[in-house]
Protein backbone atom coordinates (compact mmCIF):
# COMPACT_ATOMS: atom_id res chain seq x y z
CA UNK A 1 0.00 0.00 0.00
CA UNK A 2 1.10 3.44 -0.75
CA UNK A 3 2.52 6.11 1.97
CA UNK A 4 1.14 9.82 2.27
CA UNK A 5 1.83 12.45 3.85
CA UNK A 6 -0.58 15.88 3.72
CA UNK A 7 1.92 18.76 4.50
CA UNK A 8 0.60 21.84 5.44
CA UNK A 9 3.72 23.21 7.45
CA UNK A 10 6.55 25.32 6.15
CA UNK A 11 9.82 23.84 5.41
CA UNK A 12 13.74 24.98 5.03
CA UNK A 13 15.62 24.05 2.76
CA UNK A 14 17.75 21.48 3.21
CA UNK A 15 21.37 21.01 2.45
CA UNK A 16 22.29 20.15 -1.19
CA UNK A 17 23.21 16.41 -1.88
CA UNK A 18 26.97 15.65 -1.89
CA UNK A 19 28.14 15.77 -4.83
CA UNK A 20 30.26 13.04 -6.26
CA UNK A 21 33.67 14.11 -7.73
CA UNK A 22 34.07 11.78 -10.41
CA UNK A 23 31.45 9.17 -12.65
CA UNK A 24 34.46 6.79 -12.37
CA UNK A 25 33.90 7.67 -8.50
CA UNK A 26 30.10 6.04 -7.70
CA UNK A 27 30.54 3.67 -10.09
CA UNK A 28 32.62 1.62 -8.18
CA UNK A 29 31.86 -1.44 -9.52
CA UNK A 30 31.53 -2.18 -13.93
CA UNK A 31 28.25 -3.19 -13.09
CA UNK A 32 26.96 -0.83 -11.01
CA UNK A 33 23.60 0.97 -12.65
CA UNK A 34 23.34 5.38 -11.94
CA UNK A 35 21.46 7.99 -13.20
CA UNK A 36 22.47 11.46 -14.09
CA UNK A 37 21.56 13.31 -11.40
CA UNK A 38 21.34 17.25 -11.40
CA UNK A 39 20.29 19.69 -7.77
CA UNK A 40 17.89 21.45 -10.11
CA UNK A 41 16.47 21.76 -13.97
CA UNK A 42 18.83 25.09 -15.08
CA UNK A 43 21.88 22.91 -14.13
CA UNK A 44 23.95 22.60 -17.70
CA UNK A 45 27.30 21.50 -16.32
CA UNK A 46 28.94 19.18 -12.79
CA UNK A 47 26.28 16.61 -13.36
CA UNK A 48 26.12 13.75 -10.49
CA UNK A 49 25.46 10.38 -10.33
CA UNK A 50 23.11 8.27 -8.32
CA UNK A 51 22.27 4.51 -7.66
CA UNK A 52 18.84 2.77 -7.49
CA UNK A 53 19.41 2.96 -3.36
CA UNK A 54 20.08 6.61 -3.45
CA UNK A 55 16.94 7.33 -5.68
CA UNK A 56 15.03 5.10 -3.09
CA UNK A 57 15.80 7.40 -0.73
CA UNK A 58 15.64 11.07 -2.31
CA UNK A 59 11.86 9.46 -3.21
CA UNK A 60 10.70 8.11 -0.01
CA UNK A 61 10.39 11.42 1.39
CA UNK A 62 10.23 14.63 -0.22
CA UNK A 63 13.39 17.50 -0.17
CA UNK A 64 12.48 19.66 2.51
CA UNK A 65 11.65 23.52 1.38
CA UNK A 66 9.91 26.63 2.04
CA UNK A 67 7.98 27.29 -0.59
CA UNK A 68 4.20 27.73 -1.13
CA UNK A 69 3.16 27.22 -4.69
CA UNK A 70 4.18 24.12 -6.45
CA UNK A 71 5.61 26.10 -9.23
CA UNK A 72 8.48 27.47 -6.70
CA UNK A 73 9.18 24.19 -5.52
CA UNK A 74 8.90 22.39 -8.96
CA UNK A 75 12.02 24.52 -9.78
CA UNK A 76 14.02 23.46 -7.29
CA UNK A 77 13.65 19.72 -7.52
CA UNK A 78 16.24 17.61 -8.09
CA UNK A 79 16.39 16.02 -11.43
CA UNK A 80 17.59 12.76 -12.92
CA UNK A 81 17.56 11.47 -16.48
CA UNK A 82 16.94 7.41 -17.69
CA UNK A 83 20.79 7.48 -18.62
CA UNK A 84 23.78 7.97 -17.36
CA UNK A 85 25.49 10.34 -19.97
CA UNK A 86 27.55 13.68 -19.24
CA UNK A 87 24.65 16.06 -19.64
CA UNK A 88 20.98 16.50 -20.59
CA UNK A 89 21.29 17.03 -24.12
CA UNK A 90 19.35 14.80 -26.37
CA UNK A 91 22.52 14.32 -28.80
CA UNK A 92 24.44 13.28 -25.57
CA UNK A 93 22.20 10.59 -24.55
CA UNK A 94 21.49 9.16 -27.79
CA UNK A 95 25.30 8.97 -28.63
CA UNK A 96 26.58 7.60 -25.15
CA UNK A 97 23.68 4.83 -25.85
CA UNK A 98 23.51 3.40 -22.49
CA UNK A 99 19.94 3.90 -20.79
CA UNK A 100 19.45 2.83 -17.11
CA UNK A 101 15.93 2.73 -16.12
CA UNK A 102 12.31 2.64 -17.97
CA UNK A 103 9.82 5.59 -17.03
CA UNK A 104 6.88 6.39 -17.54
CA UNK A 105 4.95 10.00 -17.04
CA UNK A 106 1.17 9.43 -15.77
CA UNK A 107 -0.91 12.61 -16.39
CA UNK A 108 -4.29 13.61 -15.65
CA UNK A 109 -5.69 10.17 -14.84
CA UNK A 110 -8.54 8.46 -13.54
CA UNK A 111 -6.48 5.54 -11.33
CA UNK A 112 -4.60 5.55 -8.14
CA UNK A 113 -1.27 4.63 -7.72
CA UNK A 114 -2.40 0.90 -6.25
CA UNK A 115 -3.72 0.53 -9.88
CA UNK A 116 -0.26 1.52 -11.60
CA UNK A 117 1.30 -1.07 -9.23
CA UNK A 118 -1.01 -3.82 -10.14
CA UNK A 119 -0.24 -2.77 -14.33
CA UNK A 120 3.04 -3.33 -13.58
CA UNK A 121 3.18 -6.46 -11.60
CA UNK A 122 1.71 -7.82 -14.11
CA UNK A 123 3.79 -6.75 -16.94
CA UNK A 124 6.27 -8.78 -14.53
CA UNK A 125 8.51 -5.51 -12.93
CA UNK A 126 9.31 -6.29 -9.53
CA UNK A 127 11.34 -3.14 -8.32
CA UNK A 128 9.79 0.48 -9.17
CA UNK A 129 9.24 3.61 -7.88
CA UNK A 130 5.62 5.40 -8.21
CA UNK A 131 5.94 9.21 -6.48
CA UNK A 132 2.81 12.38 -7.10
CA UNK A 133 4.33 14.74 -8.77
CA UNK A 134 4.33 18.68 -7.86
CA UNK A 135 0.89 19.32 -9.57
CA UNK A 136 -0.76 15.59 -8.48
CA UNK A 137 -4.63 16.95 -7.95
CA UNK A 138 -3.62 20.23 -7.14
CA UNK A 139 -6.15 23.23 -9.01
CA UNK A 140 -7.48 21.73 -12.19
CA UNK A 141 -5.16 18.63 -12.50
CA UNK A 142 -5.95 14.95 -11.29
CA UNK A 143 -4.28 11.48 -10.40
CA UNK A 144 -0.37 12.83 -12.10
CA UNK A 145 2.47 10.22 -11.49
CA UNK A 146 6.17 9.61 -12.14
CA UNK A 147 7.14 5.65 -12.42
CA UNK A 148 10.81 4.77 -12.26
CA UNK A 149 11.65 0.85 -13.02
CA UNK A 150 14.99 -0.67 -11.85
CA UNK A 151 16.72 -2.68 -14.79
CA UNK A 152 19.83 -5.18 -14.60
CA UNK A 153 22.14 -3.23 -16.80
CA UNK A 154 21.81 -0.52 -19.21
CA UNK A 155 20.47 -1.19 -22.71
CA UNK A 156 20.85 0.92 -25.81
CA UNK A 157 18.53 3.19 -27.25
CA UNK A 158 16.82 1.12 -29.34
CA UNK A 159 15.59 -0.91 -26.89
CA UNK A 160 15.03 1.50 -24.63
CA UNK A 161 12.55 3.44 -27.02
CA UNK A 162 10.72 0.23 -28.00
CA UNK A 163 10.07 -0.59 -24.40
CA UNK A 164 9.11 3.15 -24.02
CA UNK A 165 6.85 2.81 -26.23
CA UNK A 166 4.84 -0.30 -25.53
CA UNK A 167 4.97 0.98 -22.25
CA UNK A 168 3.47 4.35 -23.44
CA UNK A 169 0.41 2.08 -25.19
CA UNK A 170 -0.13 0.25 -22.12
CA UNK A 171 -1.13 2.73 -20.32
CA UNK A 172 -2.30 5.45 -22.75
CA UNK A 173 0.66 7.49 -21.41
CA UNK A 174 3.06 10.14 -22.95
CA UNK A 175 5.19 8.04 -24.96
CA UNK A 176 8.86 9.60 -24.25
CA UNK A 177 10.82 7.50 -26.61
CA UNK A 178 11.31 10.15 -28.84
CA UNK A 179 12.57 12.75 -26.09
CA UNK A 180 15.53 10.44 -24.38
CA UNK A 181 16.91 13.55 -22.96
CA UNK A 182 14.01 14.57 -20.84
CA UNK A 183 14.53 15.30 -17.17
CA UNK A 184 12.08 13.80 -14.26
CA UNK A 185 11.49 16.19 -11.16
CA UNK A 186 12.27 14.41 -8.17
CA UNK A 187 9.97 15.08 -4.95
CA UNK A 188 9.98 18.12 -3.26
CA UNK A 189 7.70 19.76 0.05
CA UNK A 190 5.59 22.96 0.07
CA UNK A 191 2.89 23.91 1.82
CA UNK A 192 -0.63 21.87 0.68
CA UNK A 193 1.49 19.13 -0.88
CA UNK A 194 -0.83 16.12 -1.39
CA UNK A 195 2.13 13.90 -2.06
CA UNK A 196 2.36 9.91 -2.50
CA UNK A 197 4.52 7.01 -3.21
CA UNK A 198 5.14 3.44 -3.53
CA UNK A 199 8.09 1.44 -3.62
CA UNK A 200 8.94 -1.90 -4.76
CA UNK A 201 11.51 -3.63 -3.76
CA UNK A 202 12.64 -6.95 -5.51
CA UNK A 203 14.54 -8.11 -8.60
CA UNK A 204 15.61 -5.86 -11.13
CA UNK A 205 14.37 -5.91 -14.23
CA UNK A 206 16.68 -8.46 -16.94
CA UNK A 207 16.04 -7.21 -20.72
CA UNK A 208 16.10 -10.02 -23.16
CA UNK A 209 14.88 -9.95 -26.55
CA UNK A 210 13.47 -13.55 -25.40
CA UNK A 211 11.24 -12.31 -22.74
CA UNK A 212 7.36 -11.78 -23.19
CA UNK A 213 7.50 -8.09 -22.60
CA UNK A 214 10.07 -7.49 -25.46
CA UNK A 215 8.06 -9.69 -27.85
CA UNK A 216 4.79 -7.64 -27.26
CA UNK A 217 6.98 -4.36 -27.22
CA UNK A 218 8.01 -5.74 -31.16
CA UNK A 219 4.12 -6.38 -32.08
CA UNK A 220 3.40 -3.24 -30.64
CA UNK A 221 5.80 -1.42 -33.07
CA UNK A 222 4.54 -3.50 -35.93
CA UNK A 223 0.83 -2.67 -35.27
CA UNK A 224 1.90 0.98 -35.05
CA UNK A 225 3.40 1.03 -38.14
CA UNK A 226 0.99 -0.50 -40.11
CA UNK A 227 -1.73 1.87 -38.42
CA UNK A 228 0.04 4.69 -39.66
CA UNK A 229 1.02 3.53 -43.36
CA UNK A 230 -2.58 3.02 -43.33
CA UNK A 231 -3.39 6.36 -42.09
CA UNK A 232 -0.63 8.08 -44.19
CA UNK A 233 -1.78 6.38 -47.73
CA UNK A 234 -5.53 7.06 -46.59
CA UNK A 235 -5.05 10.77 -46.01
CA UNK A 236 -1.60 12.21 -47.18
CA UNK A 237 -2.87 13.03 -50.84
CA UNK A 238 -5.35 15.46 -48.75
CA UNK A 239 -2.65 17.65 -47.61
CA UNK A 240 -3.54 21.62 -47.64
CA UNK A 241 -0.96 23.50 -49.28
CA UNK A 242 0.02 27.16 -49.33
CA UNK A 243 -2.10 29.22 -51.29
CA UNK A 244 0.26 31.96 -51.73
CA UNK A 245 4.05 32.28 -52.83
CA UNK A 246 6.79 34.44 -52.21
CA UNK A 247 8.60 36.18 -54.63
CA UNK A 248 12.37 34.82 -55.74
CA UNK A 249 13.73 37.83 -53.56
CA UNK A 250 11.58 37.26 -50.42
CA UNK A 251 12.41 34.14 -47.97
CA UNK A 252 9.00 32.05 -47.09
CA UNK A 253 8.06 32.18 -43.69
CA UNK A 254 5.80 29.60 -43.82
CA UNK A 255 8.75 27.66 -45.11
CA UNK A 256 10.49 29.01 -41.77
CA UNK A 257 8.01 27.63 -39.32
CA UNK A 258 7.23 24.66 -40.49
CA UNK A 259 11.19 23.78 -40.81
CA UNK A 260 12.42 25.49 -37.31
CA UNK A 261 9.03 24.67 -35.08
CA UNK A 262 8.40 21.06 -33.86
CA UNK A 263 5.09 19.25 -33.42
CA UNK A 264 5.67 18.36 -30.08
CA UNK A 265 6.24 21.98 -29.09
CA UNK A 266 3.32 23.33 -30.95
CA UNK A 267 0.85 20.57 -30.06
CA UNK A 268 1.85 20.84 -26.38
CA UNK A 269 1.29 24.37 -25.95
CA UNK A 270 -2.17 24.20 -27.73
CA UNK A 271 -2.96 21.74 -24.89
CA UNK A 272 -2.97 18.37 -26.86
CA UNK A 273 -1.23 15.19 -24.56
CA UNK A 274 0.85 12.60 -26.81
CA UNK A 275 -0.65 8.94 -25.60
CA UNK A 276 1.60 6.43 -27.74
CA UNK A 277 2.53 7.94 -30.85
CA UNK A 278 -1.16 9.94 -31.56
CA UNK A 279 -2.44 12.91 -29.68
CA UNK A 280 -5.46 13.67 -27.73
CA UNK A 281 -6.87 17.22 -28.29
CA UNK A 282 -7.99 19.41 -25.39
CA UNK A 283 -11.56 19.23 -26.73
CA UNK A 284 -11.62 15.66 -26.99
CA UNK A 285 -14.30 13.93 -24.60
CA UNK A 286 -13.86 10.12 -25.42
CA UNK A 287 -10.42 9.79 -24.09
CA UNK A 288 -9.44 8.47 -27.54
CA UNK A 289 -6.24 10.06 -29.17
CA UNK A 290 -7.66 10.89 -33.06
CA UNK A 291 -4.25 13.09 -33.99
CA UNK A 292 -1.08 11.62 -35.38
CA UNK A 293 1.81 12.81 -37.36
CA UNK A 294 2.52 11.97 -41.18
CA UNK A 295 5.21 12.33 -43.05
CA UNK A 296 4.65 13.18 -46.95
CA UNK A 297 6.32 10.44 -49.71
CA UNK A 298 6.72 13.18 -51.98
CA UNK A 299 8.04 16.69 -50.57
CA UNK A 300 8.98 14.98 -46.97
CA UNK A 301 7.38 17.45 -44.95
CA UNK A 302 5.07 16.51 -41.46
CA UNK A 303 1.90 17.19 -41.29
CA UNK A 304 -1.16 16.94 -38.62
CA UNK A 305 -3.95 14.94 -39.28
CA UNK A 306 -6.80 13.92 -37.39
CA UNK A 307 -9.44 11.55 -37.76
CA UNK A 308 -11.85 12.77 -35.23
CA UNK A 309 -14.93 13.95 -36.30
CA UNK A 310 -14.74 16.63 -33.51
CA UNK A 311 -11.87 17.88 -34.05
CA UNK A 312 -11.95 17.52 -38.35
CA UNK A 313 -14.63 20.31 -37.77
CA UNK A 314 -12.23 22.73 -36.56
CA UNK A 315 -8.63 21.82 -38.41
CA UNK A 316 -10.38 20.00 -41.40
CA UNK A 317 -10.56 16.81 -42.89
CA UNK A 318 -6.92 16.78 -44.58
CA UNK A 319 -3.12 16.41 -43.27
CA UNK A 320 -1.98 20.46 -42.40
CA UNK A 321 1.44 21.77 -41.92
CA UNK A 322 2.33 23.38 -38.68
CA UNK A 323 1.88 26.79 -40.07
CA UNK A 324 -1.76 26.20 -40.88
CA UNK A 325 -2.34 24.52 -37.72
CA UNK A 326 -0.94 27.71 -35.94
CA UNK A 327 -3.24 29.99 -38.41
CA UNK A 328 -6.06 27.82 -37.09
CA UNK A 329 -4.94 27.62 -33.74
CA UNK A 330 -3.64 30.65 -32.73
CA UNK A 331 -4.80 33.74 -34.80
CA UNK A 332 -8.24 32.77 -36.33
CA UNK A 333 -7.39 32.25 -40.13
CA UNK A 334 -6.26 35.54 -40.08
CA UNK A 335 -2.97 34.94 -42.41
CA UNK A 336 -1.82 38.48 -43.09
CA UNK A 337 -2.02 39.05 -38.92
CA UNK A 338 -0.11 35.29 -38.53
CA UNK A 339 2.71 36.30 -40.88
CA UNK A 340 3.19 39.54 -39.30
CA UNK A 341 3.47 38.02 -36.06
CA UNK A 342 5.63 35.05 -36.21
CA UNK A 343 8.01 36.85 -38.74
CA UNK A 344 8.79 39.87 -36.03
CA UNK A 345 8.96 37.58 -33.32
CA UNK A 346 10.69 34.30 -34.15
CA UNK A 347 12.49 36.06 -37.61
CA UNK A 348 13.48 38.96 -36.84
CA UNK A 349 15.97 39.53 -39.61
CA UNK A 350 14.24 37.19 -41.90
CA UNK A 351 11.48 39.83 -41.78
CA UNK A 352 14.12 42.88 -42.34
CA UNK A 353 15.10 41.12 -45.31
CA UNK A 354 11.97 40.85 -46.54
CA UNK A 355 10.56 43.77 -46.13
CA UNK A 356 13.99 45.53 -47.57
CA UNK A 357 12.96 43.10 -50.60
CA UNK A 358 9.58 44.60 -50.96
CA UNK A 359 10.83 48.12 -50.68
CA UNK A 360 13.21 47.30 -53.55
CA UNK A 361 10.41 45.34 -55.64
CA UNK A 362 7.53 48.52 -55.11
CA UNK A 363 10.72 51.25 -55.96
CA UNK A 364 11.44 49.17 -58.92
CA UNK A 365 7.66 48.70 -59.84
CA UNK A 366 7.36 52.59 -59.73
CA UNK A 367 10.37 53.42 -61.85
CA UNK A 368 8.82 50.75 -64.62
CA UNK A 369 5.47 52.57 -64.72
CA UNK A 370 7.19 56.40 -64.71
CA UNK A 371 8.84 54.81 -67.90
CA UNK A 372 6.05 53.83 -69.22
CA UNK A 373 4.20 57.37 -68.85
CA UNK A 374 7.66 58.83 -70.27
CA UNK A 375 7.33 56.56 -73.25
Known amino acids: MSSQIDC ?18 IK ?75 RLDLD ?3 YDINDVESKLLALSFESFIIHTTAKHCQLEWKNRFRVYIQLESGINFHDWALLQTHLAEEFKADNCATRPQQIMFLPIQFKNIKFDKLIKSGSPYK ?35 PTTKDTANKISIIDEVNNAFSWDMILGESGFKKIGNKWLSPTQTSGTPGGVILTSNT ?77
Not at 8 to 25: N, Q, S
Not at 212 to 240: C, G, R, S, V
Request: hydrophobic share 30%; proline share 2%.
Open 207 to 241: VSNTNELYKAALATEEALKIDMEQIQKKHIDETIT
Open 108 to 110: DVD
Open 28 to 102: ASINEVTFLHGKNVKETKDFSYINWERLVELCSEPMPSSYKRYSEAKNHSHIIAAHDGENKLKSTAIEHDNFTML
Open 299 to 375: DGKERFYTHSETDQSRYGSGAIDKFDFLLIEHYSNNRKNALKYLAEVYFPEIDKHNKKSYAIEKANQQVIRDLGVSA
Open 8 to 25: TEDFTIGEDLPPVEAKAK
